[in-house]
């Protein structure tokens, strides 16, 4: 990732953990960790921490939110599911993310939390 390996940092598996942490937080915020908003030691993975778990929706991208508020409407799919869903995938990129490479899930757990993720919402329907 730019953080870890953009800092001279040597490729490992546990790299390669922390850099698909640093792409789900980017697709969760429709943030880059080059944003000109990250200064004096706020960085991408600080910008999520300070809102987690309360204040998700403050650093969500507004895309995404506004397709959950459509769920909610539309296919009757609870509030709380969703807030659970985005703090899940949160929690993983969070997870990926750890400072220190010994604290970081492995991407055996992170497939397994996923698919935990998108069973729990297996049941909501879009309609089209």
Known sequence: ????????????????????????????????????????????????ENSFPDQIFDVIDTHIVEECKNLTQENNVPENEIYKCLLDLLQVALSCTRSLPSERSSMKQVASQMHAIKASQSGWKRKK
């Open 1 to 48: 990732s730019y953080l870890e390996y953009g800092g001279g940092g040597h490729a490992s598996t546990s790299g390669d953990v922390y850099s698909f942490g640093i792409v789900l937080l980017e697709i969760l915020t429709d943030k880059r960790p080059t944003e000109a908003m990250f200064i004096d030691g706020l960085d991408i993975i600080s910008f999520v």
